[in-house]
């Protein structure tokens, strides 16, 4: 697994992509890449829509929470383990 550190002076590229295979079989995908300023990245292929909710669920659940810090006055140290169910 790899860390990918986004801090307040870096820069992001977010780029998504819908992938259409020629074959009539395949099912299309939903690719999105994101990387830093220091070569870093990652790239994360959604074969249904079941995937991508999960990925927005889990987002909405961090800003959730680090608002909550920024209210609370401290930071957590650590993210509280979740569970992956589609």
Avoid: C, K, N
């Amino acid at each position: 697994m790899h860390t990918i550190v986004i801090a307040p002076g870096s820069r992001v590229l977010l780029s998504t992509q819908l992938i259409v295979a020629e074959q009539p079989w395949p099912a299309p995908r939903l690719r999105l890449q994101i990387r830093t300023d220091t070569d870093r990245g990652v790239i994360l292929d959604f074969g249904d829509l079941d995937g991508l909710r999960f990925l927005a669920s889990a987002t909405r659940a961090l800003l959730t929470s680090y608002r909550a810090t920024q209210r609370l006055g401290r930071r957590v140290s650590r993210p509280a383990p979740r569970a992956m169910g589609f």
